[in-house]
């Protein structure tokens, strides 16, 4: 599952590429429910696990209750990104607010690494106490009963966020998703070494952190993944590769555009935005370039989104040879 994280937002809506289809306000409401669910669960869960951790001696469920906290901080973050993001446009941010969801996720991936990263610590500690001859807690069954709990809700959890995270087409969501994920891996943590030194005697309770660290690594893996392009979209990256393939298409498919240049694309929190040249007939007049221009927008919108932006520099074509060729190599390339 660990490479699902590379495939975005997962399904892309039949419609649009980036934007859902319902208004800002709509799509903050849904998918605040989805983290304010989450953030309820998480507050239950936490209290479930610190009681647990307490009464049945298992630094390990008092370390998964400390994560299972920070799973709560980052669904505050998701609300309040979301809640930011939904703002329209003003004269202080004209492309809107969307990049403050980036912001949010980047956020959530960078959580994420410093948990795998404590886990992995955490693990290591206890092998090298293991190691030294020295005994660790042994604890009680009431601790494996509440990792299992912990790993049915957290993985149910993930599956409820991701799937709204990709309708939503929501980045924020789909780390927190992750999120709740690395909750349940280190619980699984907590069951192995639980469920060993019940099932095969005490000194197998190393198992619990020798799982740990393994669990980390993968962590640590969806944390890199979910900073990267988070990080990678507030500096200006390019649009993926598929859409950057579709607005070409459209560029190349609209009458009148005999050629096109220095297409620059750059994602906005859940829509984009496109700088493109046209080159037109020349002696077409100032309204009919206009009009291809007003045509080449409106398919663009309705491919990538009406909150998305566009901005169609029209240039007048003095050699139609020279660019029959290069549209005839961008269809190619295009369509191979």
Known sequence: MIWEIMEGTGDKNKETLFNYEEDEDTRYSQAAHVAKVGMAINVLLTGF?????IAGNSSAMIADATHSLS????DIAVIVGLRVAAKPGDSTHNYGHGKIETL???????????????????GLEKV????????LPAPSSIVFIAAVL???LKEWLYRYTMTSARELKSDALIANAWHHRSDAFSSIGTMIGVGGAILLGGKWVVLDPVAAIVLSFFIFKVAFDIS???????????????TYRSIEEILISTEGVLGFHDLKTRKIGNAMAADVHIEVDRDLS???????STQIENRLKETCGKNSHFSIHIEPCFDPE?????????KNRIRP
């Open 49 to 53: 696990k610190f009681v647990t951790g």
């Open 71 to 74: 799973d709560f901080m980052t």
């Open 104 to 122: 949010a996720a980047a956020f959530i991936g960078l959580v994420l690494a410093v948990v795998a990263l404590g886990i992995f610590w955490g």
């Open 128 to 135: 090298f106490v293991f190691l030294r001859g020295e005994t």
């Open 150 to 152: 912990s790993i049915v």
């Open 228 to 242: 990267y392009k988070n990080l990678n979209e507030l500096l200006e990256a390019s649009i993926d590769s598929e």
């Open 286 to 292: 100032i309204v009919e370039a206009h009009e291809i």
């Open 322 to 330: 020279y660019y029959t060729q290069n549209m005839s190599e961008a």
